[in-house]
């Protein structure tokens, strides 16, 4: 088991310590349909304040059967730091919903500490590409490698499936994470703390001057990505908790209901910080669960 898990599920547990008793209020699990035709699909876990966390439904594998070994009105209601405790568990299917889990109580130490992440700016995650650059990307995320490649970036693409596999003239899609090597700039999927393959990447990562973490599912902690290296977080958070499940059970965007967020390893208080913010009782946010 990667040690990285051991430490978010740590901290989630600390965090719940000083929130007190908090129960899982709202799940959506989806039945996902992958198609290259369609938004990738997510789950999402929330609490009672409308603090929520969210899991990519595309990871395949095990996790496919997700909708049959869980169902939403089982787990609503469950103590939240048992459901984090599955992020510890061997299968993919656990490992979503508990890093989902991790996020909710995140964002509701987030709140009750009355820290906002920044909202992001562009989905290159604050990397500000120009010609010549060497982009290393884990996860193909073709919309984003068209504007670096017309941005006039070198693209390498580390990928899980094979029929992906390419190589054309400023751009390389592979599945060995060598490829990352002779990489300046790093946009890294968050999937890659479910299949626990991100301190592996990381390892092939020692030439870049900037790494991003990126992707929905990125709602966790950032103390321990930041301390391995990790430059800037860039996740969503969850505006309205119930606007956002209606579109994501109607396979429809989050829209206003969410934003994209970005924390930079330079301007992050810390998970300390945020406890002791708590400490001192620092006003909640408004509640995000309703309209």
Same mark, same amino acid.
């Given at each position: 088991?990667?040690?990285?898990?051991?430490?978010?599920?740590?901290?989630?547990?600390?965090?719940?310590?000083?929130?007190?008793?908090?129960?899982?209020?709202?799940?959506?699990?989806?039945?996902?349909?992958?198609?290259?035709?369609? *938004?990738?699909? @997510?789950?999402?876990?929330?609490?009672?304040?409308?603090?929520?966390?969210?899991?990519?439904?595309?990871?395949?594998?095990?996790?496919?059967?997700?909708?049959?070994?869980?169902?939403?009105?089982?787990?609503?209601?469950? *103590?939240?730091?048992?459901?984090?405790?599955?992020?510890?568990?061997?299968?993919?299917?656990?490992?979503?919903?508990?890093?989902?889990?991790?996020?909710?109580?995140?964002?509701?130490?987030?709140?009750?500490?009355?820290?906002?992440?920044?909202?992001?700016? =562009?989905?290159?995650?604050?990397?500000?590409? #120009?010609?010549? *650059?060497?982009?290393?990307?884990?996860?193909?995320?073709?919309?984003?490698?068209?504007?670096?490649?017309?941005?006039?970036?070198?693209?390498? #693409?580390?990928?899980?499936?094979?029929?992906?596999?390419?190589?054309?003239?400023?751009?390389?899609?592979?599945? =060995?994470? !060598?490829?990352?090597?002779?990489?300046?700039?790093?946009?890294?999927?968050? !999937?890659?703390?479910?299949?626990?393959?991100?301190?592996?990447?990381?390892?092939?990562?020692?030439?870049?001057?900037?790494?991003?973490?990126?992707?929905?599912?990125?709602?966790?902690?950032?103390?321990?990505? @930041?301390?391995?290296?990790?430059? #800037? #977080? !860039?996740?969503?958070?969850?505006?309205?908790?119930?606007?956002?499940?209606?579109?994501?059970?109607?396979?429809?965007r989050m829209g206003d209901a969410a934003e994209r967020?970005?924390?930079?390893?330079? =301007?992050?208080?810390? @998970?300390?910080?945020?406890?002791?913010?708590?400490?001192?009782?620092?006003?909640?946010?408004? *509640?995000?669960?309703?309209?």
């Amino acid at each position: 088991m990667s040690p990285i898990r051991h430490e978010l599920f740590a901290q989630a547990a600390r965090a719940c310590e000083r929130l007190g008793p908090q129960s899982l209020a709202r799940a959506l699990l989806v039945d996902p349909e992958p198609s290259p035709t369609r *938004d990738a699909e @997510f789950g999402l876990l929330a609490l009672a304040d409308g603090s929520a966390g969210l899991y990519y439904a595309w990871l395949g594998g095990e996790q496919a059967s997700l909708p049959a070994r869980f169902h939403a009105t089982e787990l609503e209601g469950l *103590d939240i730091l048992d459901v984090c405790r599955l992020y510890l568990e061997d299968s993919d299917v656990e490992r979503s919903l508990g890093l989902a889990a991790i996020s909710a109580v995140t964002a509701a130490v987030y709140r009750r500490a009355g820290y906002v992440p920044p909202v992001a700016e =562009d989905s290159f995650a604050g990397l500000a590409l #120009v010609p010549g *650059d060497r982009l290393g990307m884990v996860g193909n995320f073709p919309p984003l490698v068209r504007r670096a490649r017309a941005l006039g970036a070198d693209v390498a #693409v580390v990928e899980r499936k094979a029929h992906m596999v390419t190589r054309e003239d400023g751009l390389v899609i592979s599945l =060995d994470p !060598a490829v990352l090597h002779d990489r300046d700039k790093i946009i890294c999927t968050g !999937a890659t703390l479910l299949n626990d393959s991100f301190e592996a990447v990381l390892a092939h990562c020692g030439s870049a001057a900037h790494i991003a973490l990126v992707g929905p599912t990125v709602g966790f902690f950032p103390d321990a990505v @930041f301390a391995r290296g990790v430059d #800037v #977080v !860039a996740g969503t958070r969850v505006r309205n908790v119930e606007r956002a499940r209606a579109r994501l059970a109607a396979g429809q965007r989050m829209g206003d209901a969410a934003e994209r967020t970005l924390i930079r390893r330079a =301007d992050y208080p810390g @998970f300390a910080a945020l406890l002791a913010r708590l400490d001192r009782g620092q006003a909640t946010l408004p *509640d995000a669960a309703g309209a």
